[in-house]
């Protein structure tokens, strides 16, 4: 049984091996007849990294805001219960 188990697998090695092969085979002759225009890609690069940068600095851009808001609400809730604990304190002696 466990020798049936082993070839069994050695044989779902190779199908796979094979197709792969066979995969890479015919993407490989899929790229090489594709006729490209290097000045083409060149605008296209530069295109795609444009508009890459400008995604992230706009993702920079939102992200700092949120954070400065959330570090405002912070700050304030801080600051409103260090007077309201200071206020208390005041109450709490002039009684």
Do not use: C, Q, Y
Request: glycine residues 4%; proline residues 0%; aromatic residues 2%.
């Amino acid at each position: 049984m466990m020798n049936t188990r082993n070839i069994e697998n050695k044989l779902a090695l190779l199908a796979a091996l094979i197709v792969l092969i066979g995969v890479s085979a015919a993407a490989g002759s899929a790229l090489a007849a594709e006729t490209v225009n290097d000045t083409d890609v060149g605008v296209t690069d530069r295109a795609t990294t444009d508009e890459t940068i400008n995604g992230a600095r706009e993702a920079v851009a939102e992200t700092a805001a949120e954070a400065a808001e959330a570090l405002k609400v912070e700050n304030t809730f801080d600051l409103d219960n260090h007077l309201s604990d200071i206020t208390f304190t005041l109450l709490a002696a002039n009684k």
